[in-house]
């Protein structure tokens, strides 16, 4: 029997890779002839690099880079096993998880140090990237990001504009002559699951903005300061970014790139799945058994055990879904796409355990899970 392990994080508890580990030594627990194959998976957002790298045997570097309020910081950037493509998780530099409630500020936060990774990379001799842009602490429409690749962003008097969205509606004029050529010699493959436009009522600002600390007052100013920059670039580019889907994915960064870069937008899953040749590797295999911390009616809305059931439907191999909660009213509709669903908290093991001993937890309902698969 060859069983693919393939699960999310439980964010909170357990990285991909330490989830797919524990299923795999519970599955071997219970029969150790069983083949396991662990390909743990992410969906774009915090906590992709390291499934990617896990699964081609990939490596990282580290870099000193800044913080969106412009703390030094030292992260990290991978290269996949081919030695070609470069992985940045704008999360790593850029993120909200890097900030303290109190520190949230909208109006400083810069997408600056994803800008140094990438500039990084670029040094050092990648052309190929995947990036993956969720959870940014930002809504600077990726001027930092652009930034550190050499545009400046001016007011009326020829003066740079500070770093963050308040700035920008001091904008007069964009200098793109020293952005760095290299970006036009490259490839970036960018990991975005929301198609929301850069302004309007659903853009970057009324959306994401109140989690990264716009409050009421803020956002339609900060709406406006991104017109004011989607008005400058579409004078220079000739593209558009106001209504254009993708654009205001992580305060924006995602026009940045439709913008200025040679760029796929690709669902999350997909980008993950294709880095780690997911469909070949899946083949021949009995079952799949994936994961997450919570599953609720937000899995169908593109998060990794959805790609990955999908991906196995193709195959008609069978997926297994063991999840840190489950939630009850969702259960009919992931009944759909899931040979099975199990819930680590359920009546027996509440929430509040499940999360403070993770591993233990899930080993537990992993052997009940095979056991059961072993019967059929």
């Known amino acids: 029997m060859k069983i693919v392990v393939s699960p999310d994080s439980f964010k909170g508890s357990l990285t991909a890779t330490e989830v797919a580990q524990q299923i795999g030594g519970s599955i071997k627990e219970i029969n150790a002839s069983i ?10 957002g915090e906590g992709t690099l390291e499934p ?29 096993g081919d030695g070609e493509t470069c992985v940045i998780e704008m999360a790593k530099a850029s993120g909200l998880t890097l900030l303290q ?39 600077d429409g990726g001027t930092g990001m652009l930034r550190a690749l ?3 962003f001016q007011d009326q008097v020829g003066h740079e504009l500070s770093q963050g969205a308040e700035s920008l509606s001091n904008l007069y004029e964009i200098d793109i002559s020293q952005f760095d050529p290299r970006i036009a010699e490259a490839h970036f493959v960018i990991a975005c699951d929301v198609d929301n436009p850069f302004v309007g009522p659903n ?28 008005n400058e670039i579409e004078s220079i580019t000739g593209i558009s970014l106001h209504n254009l889907e993708g654009a205001g994915a992580a305060g924006g960064i995602g026009g ?32 799949i058994i994936t994961g997450e911390g919570k599953s609720d ?44 669903l199990v819930s680590v908290a359920d009546g027996t093991i509440s929430q509040e355990e499940s999360i403070g001993n993770a591993a233990h937890y899930l080993g537990i309902r992993t052997k009940e899970t095979m056991e059961k698969l072993l019967k059929l």
Do not use: C, W
């Open 35 to 44: 083949e396991t194959v662990l390909l743990p998976v992410a969906d774009g």
């Open 52 to 80: 990617l790298i896990v699964a081609t045997g990939g490596r990282t570097i580290f870099v000193d880079v800044h913080d969106p309020i412009g703390r030094p910081i030292r992260v990290e950037y991978g290269v996949l």
């Open 101 to 139: 409630e109190h520190e949230k500020n909208p109006l400083i936060a810069s997408t600056y140090g994803t800008g140094e990774l990438i500039l990084h990379a670029l040094d050092n001799g990648f052309r190929k990237f995947v990036v993956g842009i969720g959870g940014s602490a930002t809504n």
């Open 150 to 152: 050499g545009m400046k």
């Open 203 to 230: 853009g970057a600002t009324a959306i994401f903005g109140p989690q990264k600390g716009v409050i009421a007052e803020l956002v339609e100013p900060l709406d406006r300061n991104l017109e004011i920059l989607a």
């Open 256 to 287: 940045a790139f439709l913008a200025f870069f040679p760029v796929e937008l690709k669902p999350g899953i997909e980008v993950v799945m294709e880095a780690i040749n997911f469909r070949e590797q899946i083949k021949g295999a009995d079952f």
């Open 297 to 340: 009616s937000q899995t169908l809305s593109g998060k990794a055990p959805l790609g990955v059931a999908n991906a196995a439907k193709e195959q008609n191999i069978p997926v297994v879904l063991i999840s840190g909660y489950i939630e009850p009213k969702s259960m009919l509709n992931l009944s759909s796409y899931f040979h099975l």
